[in-house]
Structure formats: structure tokens, C-alpha cells
């Protein structure tokens, strides 16, 4: 007991001892930082200032360089064909700057690149360029001395660029400009001037206004037959225009007034458009468009809410999208069928419209006046076994009469019936209304689409006809359906068989 208690003392005693010998001093944490060494303060520079961001990528493609050529003096953008030594192809190449034209170029192709604008140092060379091509590119500046340098210029494209007014210095011998689809509100002083050449000036979907364009704007343009100023925001008719123009565009402004004199002094305007603008028939002058040149009137998406009165020359007329509730066929065809014939200059030539999402094609007034022949005389109605028509027979038969006589003269195979009135009278009743179907078919299909005559009235008795036709025709439900009709003719081809053995025994006799 004693032994053990010993033990246990001496254990503690060794625990204690250790705890003591292994216990130091631990150093305290300094308060401070201790001190260290600075490095020599070196001067700061100035960053360098920020610099804008770009407006057009900087990563273009790069250009794409053409083949090898024969010519020497070919850029290494372009392709020159030995088969048209005149021509310098440069489009499509991811061109940023227009390399230096040879002298022998006549046409220069420089379409979709990226072109930002135009200088004269490539053209120091190119004296006889006839026709340049840079639509499609960045160009926002051609610089006028570039004309300087290519005199004989003919035709300049620079339509889908960035031009903001219309280039100066333009050459007098230019016949075709086409600016269209660019950024343009201004038209320096001048900058048609001495162009009596020009025959076609495009300005379609620019941002030009009333107030650019001035009554003196297009004065020298004296040869000119087309002017496109579609797609503008013009809310007046355009001052100044030449009277000897063919062609008006003037679709998708803001027009809403055409004064009543505006194309009294036109002597050749035969095309004027103006759809998708403001007009309305306050307007309108009713007799604006009464012009005996005109030949195609377009004026769909408007405000109309009657017909404008025309020459009976006009052979287009386009009024769909507007106001128009009723229709006069005699203010659309003021020549009606009781009307003499015999003089041609009488004839409507309207042959196409568009009114009320409705397309009407050839032969549009007759069509109308025979759809209105009610109006002049009174139908007759014609009830048939499983049909009934109505046949205006007086107008039919004065149509007829007016060309029988030269009809019956140029026949000459006066001994052969085609038709009889044998054959006709022996028709079944129950078999009327399919007959009828089928003679005006074989009429419509056969006779009226090959008859030529030399006379013009005798053609035009005939279109008559052919309409009225139609329209009887139109009105005959079908007697049996296909299948049914060839499945009846079948069973009935003995009486055919029979009646060529019958011709057959004639002919031995």
C-alpha cells in the first residue's frame, strides 16, 4: 500500500517537473510595424488619353486579292479580264481605299467594299472612264476634284452609301445618276448646272425636303426623262421639273396636294407615280390627271374617295388601298357600246387596274361595260333545262352586224358548215344547257382566240363578243362532272362509229 502510494507521488512529481522545464518566456508583440526600407519614388508618367471609340469596326476582312494578270499595271485588288481589257473588276474585295486606275479602264467596278471616300489621286491615270460603279460602300465624300480628272463620264452609280449632299463638280457629260438609298437633305447651288445630258437622276430614299429643292434645282435638265424622288419627305409636288420628262416617281412621301395646273406644260409624261402618299380628293383637282400622254397612273394607298377623271389614252391605272366605295363605269370608260365604233380614236385603251385589292386584266372596259350592259338594255333571260342565263341578244347581234360583212367576204370556204341550224334545231331539251356550255367553249377557246382581222373595229367586235362569252359562260353550272361526262361519252361512241360508217357508204355512192 505503501509502495503503491510511493509510485503515484514520484509520477506527479515527474509531471510537475516537466510542465516547469518546458515552460519560456514568450515574446511580446510588438506595438509597431517595425521600419522598412523605402524604395527610390520613381516619377509618374501620364497615361496615355482614351481614345474614341471607333464608328466602324476596326477588324475589317482583308482585301482579297485578285489572280494573277497579264497586264502590269493591274491593282492587285482587282481582276482584269484579257477578254475585256477595258474593264477593272474591284468589286466585292473588302477594298478600303480605291487603288490607282489604269489608263486603259473604261468601266470601273468598285461595288461592296468598304470604301469611306473618294479622292483624285487614283484617277490621275484615268482620263476615258466611261462608267464607275461605288454603290454599296461607306463613301460619305466624293471630292469634286475627282470629275476634274474623268471628263467623258457617262454613268455614275453611288447608290447604299453615306453621302449627305449631292456631289459637286459632277461632269457635263453624265447621262445616268443614281444616288439612292443614302443620307442626302441638300443640294448644293448649282450641282446640275450645264448637265443638259442627263437622262435619268435617282434620289430615291433620301431625306430631301420641299425646301430643298428649289424651282431652279432642276433648270439645266433639259434632256432629262426619268426623276426618281420616291421614298423623300416631300409634302409638296416638286418645283422646276423639267416638261420634257417621261417618268415621275414620287411614291412613299408625304404629298398631299397637287395644284390644278401642275402638268399642263408636260408634253411627254407618260409614267407618274404616286402611291403610299396623303392625297385625298380635297387635293386633287378632278382633272389634274387629264393628260393625253399619260399611259400608267399609280396612286394605291392614298386617301381617295372617288375616281380621278383621265384621258382616254391612260392604259394602267392603279387605285387600290384608298377610300373608293362605288365605281361609274362610264367615268372609267366614257366610250360605251352604243357608241359608234368606226372611229379608233374613240377606242378606250385602259387594259389594267387595281382598285379595292381587285385586278381586273386585258379588255378591262369591255368587261365592265358588258357587266353593266344592263344599264343600256334590257337582258333577256333564258331558261334552259338545268340552267338559266341572261343574254343581252340586241348587243351581241349589233356587234355581230357591225362585222358580218367583212367576216363573210374574207370566207373562203363559203361551201363548208361548221355550224348548222340543222344541227342546232335537233338539239334534245334535256340536252340544251350542256350544248350551250359547249359552243360557247369551243367559240371561246377556238374561234375568237385565232380570229385576226386587218380592221380594227372588226377585232374589237370580236374581243366584245369573246367577253360576252365568257361571262354567259360563266353563268352555265356544269352539266356533269368530269368523270360522269366521259364515262356517258364512251357509252355513246357507237353513235359516233355509226354516223363515220354512214359518211363512209356516201362516199361509194
Not at 167 to 180: F, H, K, V
Not at 419 to 429: C, E, G, H
Not at 471 to 493: D, F, P, V, W
Request: with cysteine.
Amino acid at each position: 500500500m505503501k509502495a503503491g502510494a510511493g509510485l503515484f507521488s514520484a509520477l506527479a512529481l515527474f509531471l510537475l517537473m516537466g510542465a516547469v522545464f518546458t515552460q519560456r518566456n514568450r515574446p511580446k508583440k510588438p506595438t509597431r510595424r517595425p521600419a522598412t526600407t523605402r524604395k527610390p519614388s520613381v516619377p509618374r508618367v501620364p497615361a496615355p488619353p482614351a481614345q474614341p471609340e471607333p464608328v466602324e469596326p476596326t477588324d475589317f476582312p482583308p482585301p482579297i486579292l485578285g489572280p494573277p494578270s497579264i497586264f502590269p499595271d493591274c491593282p492587285r485588288e482587282c481582276f482584269c479580264s484579257p477578254s475585256y481589257p477595258e474593264s477593272l473588276n474591284c468589286e466585292n474585295r473588302n477594298i478600303r481605299v480605291i487603288p490607282v486606275i489604269p489608263l486603259r479602264t473604261h468601266y470601273l467596278y468598285l461595288q461592296n467594299n468598304y470604301i469611306s471616300e473618294v479622292t483624285p489621286e487614283a484617277f490621275v491615270n484615268a482620263t476615258d472612264v466611261r462608267w464607275v460603279n461605288l454603290a454599296n460602300n461607306r463613301i460619305h465624300r466624293i471630292n469634286k476634284q475627282v470629275f476634274e480628272k474623268i471628263p467623258s463620264l457617262l454613268y455614275l452609280y453611288a447608290q447604299g452609301n453615306q453621302l449627305k449632299e449631292v456631289p459637286s463638280g459632277l461632269p457635263a457629260s453624265l447621262e445616268q445618276l443614281r444616288l439612292a438609298r443614302n443620307r442626302i437633305s441638300k443640294i448644293p447651288p448649282g450641282a446640275f448646272s450645264k448637265m443638259g445630258n442627263l437622262t435619268l437622276l435617282d434620289l430615291y430614299h433620301n431625306q430631301l425636303s420641299d425646301s430643298d429643292l428649289g424651282k431652279n434645282t432642276f433648270k439645266d435638265l433639259r434632256s432629262l426623262m426619268q426623276l426618281n424622288l420616291a421614298r423623300n419627305i416631300l409634302k409638296k409636288m416638286p418645283a422646276g421639273v423639267p416638261h420634257n420628262i417621261i417618268q415621275l416617281f414620287l411614291d412613299r412621301n408625304n404629298i398631299d396636294d397637287i395644284p390644278k395646273d401642275y402638268f399642263r406644260d408636260f408634253i411627254h409624261l407618260a409614267f407618274v407615280r404616286l402611291n403610299r402618299n396623303q392625297l385625298s380628293d380635297k387635293g386633287v383637282p378632278k382633272a389634274v390627271f387629264n393628260i393625253s400622254t399619260l399611259l400608267d397612273l399609280q396612286l394605291s394607298h392614298n386617301q381617295l374617295a372617288s375616281i380621278p377623271l383621265f384621258n382616254g389614252h391612260l392604259e394602267q391605272l392603279h387605285l387600290n388601298h384608298n377610300s373608293i366605295e362605288s365605281i361609274n363605269g362610264t367615268v372609267l370608260c366614257p366610250v360605251g357600246l352604243h357608241e359608234s365604233l368606226s372611229d379608233d380614236s374613240l377606242a378606250p385603251k385602259l387594259r389594267h387596274q387595281e382598285m379595292m385589292k381587285m385586278l381586273l386584266g386585258h379588255s378591262l372596259c369591255l368587261l365592265l361595260l358588258l357587266s353593266h350592259l344592263g344599264e343600256l338594255v334590257e337582258s333577256r333571260a333564258l331558261h334552259l333545262d338545268s340552267c338559266s342565263v341572261n343574254v343581252h341578244t340586241q348587243e351581241l347581234r349589233k356587234y355581230y352586224s357591225t362585222m358580218r360583212s367583212n367576216v363573210i367576204a374574207a370566207d373562203g370556204e363559203v361551201a363548208v358548215k361548221i355550224v348548222s341550224k340543222s344541227l342546232i334545231k335537233n338539239v334534245q331539251d334535256g340536252q340544251m344547257c350542256c350544248f350551250l356550255r359547249l359552243v360557247l367553249r369551243f367559240y371561246v377557246e377556238r374561234v375568237f382566240s385565232n380570229y385576226a382581222s386587218a380592221q380594227p373595229q372588226d377585232q374589237r367586235c370580236s374581243s366584245a363578243l369573246a367577253n360576252a362569252f365568257v361571262s354567259i359562260r360563266k353563268e352555265i353550272n356544269k352539266c356533269l362532272e368530269t368523270n360522269q361526262a366521259a364515262q356517258k361519252a364512251m357509252g355513246e361512241l357507237d353513235t359516233v362509229l355509226e354516223w363515220l360508217e354512214g359518211l363512209g357508204q356516201n362516199s361509194l355512192r
